[in-house]
């Protein structure tokens, strides 16, 4: 069965302290991989899209990277205002439905 | 920027209510989404479409329906509501894309805060 664990469920930062949220998946062949950003109250908000392993992308404090089998959002130097739900989802090949997401990791980020 | 907007952020209904909830992007997306969000249970996809009056199942379909009559706009209908179907409801779109399934990025609204008393 398809599936894709993000680990850990919450994480709690210091104001510049630097750490990776990970993303790890089993589907039947990745066509892609997407991080969201979603805020309490809001849907979620497009970050990156990674196609293959060993590509990179980078967004201010925000890089993702992938690998066969997961997939890293490092965080550097974060702010308070990274403070979010962070959701990865796999774009598969076949099954139900084209996404499978994640369940998300809660980042606070302490000043 | 592409813009997915849902007509209501927060709505109260009845059990056994007929509920309809509307979602319009403005960036010409083939692709259009619906999900639920629940704590502890993540996003779940309800129903989602590839084209004007095309539909499909998504992982819970029971209990809903959907519309799409035109490209920008998808309807998600609750037929009878009922107490389980208080949630967050979130639409999404995306472009085509190659392939069985898109690997275009889905960008969602702010979601539909649905109450059922």
């Known amino acids: 069965e398809d599936q894709v664990t993000q680990s850990p469920e919450a994480l709690r930062l210091q104001e510049g302290e630097s750490s990776s949220l990970n993303c790890s998946y089993t589907v039947s062949g990745l066509r892609g991989l997407f991080w969201y950003r979603q805020d309490p109250g809001k849907g979620p908000e497009f970050l990156f899209t990674?196609?293959?392993a060993g590509e990179e992308k980078e967004k201010e404090r925000l890089k993702a990277t992938l690998t066969k089998k997961e997939s890293f959002l490092h965080i550097t130097a974060p702010k308070p205002e990274d403070s979010a739900t962070y959701l990865c989802a796999v774009v598969r090949n076949s099954g139900n439905t084209p996404l499978v997401f994640g369940k998300g990791t809660r980042l606070s980020v302490i000043a | 920027d592409v813009k997915v907007t849902q007509s209501s952020r927060y709505l109260v209904k009845r059990t056994g209510e007929k509920v309809f909830l509307e979602c319009v992007q403005d960036?010409?997306?083939?692709?259009m989404f619906w999900y639920r969000q629940d704590p502890g249970l993540g996003l779940r996809l309800i129903y989602f479409?590839?084209?004007?009056?095309?539909?499909e199942k998504g992982d819970i379909p029971e209990g809903y329906s959907v519309s799409r009559e035109k490209k920008e706009r998808f309807s998600l209908i609750l037929e009878s509501a009922s107490t389980n179907q208080t949630s967050m409801y979130l639409c999404a779109s995306s472009l085509r894309g190659v392939g069985a399934y898109s690997n275009q990025p889905q960008h969602f609204g702010d979601g539909t805060r649905l109450s059922i008393l």
């Open positions: 960036m010409d997306h083939e692709n």
């Open positions: 990674l196609y293959s």
């Open positions: 479409s590839y084209d004007v009056k095309m539909k």
